[in-house]
């Protein structure tokens, strides 16, 4: 277990993963985050084939609105720093770090309610597990293993009154912006 992010940084620098540009100002998560994250049980790392990797367990939600006889998907569309640095970031879902010890379906709604201000009394669908692996763009450098738990739900006009276009992560300093898409 890491007890300081000094100890955070040593262990990245072990593995030859610098955290020069973890910063906000460039549009980035910072170590401190990593550490909060690694503590909080949201992540962890592991030396996987004598490398550093951060694994990460997330329901993914795709949520989708019919108004009329259209269809739109909601997405996040950027994230905007309070540096002024944006974050073209286009997701089809909604994503969220799963806690330790949280179920899915749990992380699910609770991502909703966070993201978008969303409490939901209708059931999401789940459509299945799946395993992707990539360098994270939250924390250049470090390659992360991500477990998401897919899940969907097509909701009627009465809930888009009760979406929240943004969310403003005051910890991270940041603004995500949702919008919606016609559907193809």
Known sequence: MLHTVIALENLLSQYNISTKDWSHDLGNKTIEELFTEIKEGESELKILDQKLVRLLKVSSIDVKFKLGDQYFQLIEDKQIFLSGIERKRELVTITEKLKQ????????????????????????????????????????????????????????????????FSEYQEEEKLLSLFTLKPCD
């Open 101 to 164: 010890y949280e179920t899915p379906l749990k992380g699910a709604y609770r991502g909703l309610e966070e993201e978008i201000g969303l409490k939901l009394d209708k059931e999401l669908t789940f459509e299945g597990e799946t395993d992707w692996e990539k360098i994270s763009p939250s924390y250049p450098n470090l390659f992360t293993r991500y477990e998401l738990y897919n899940y969907s739900i097509i909701l009627g006009e009465k809930y888009i009154k009760y979406i929240r």
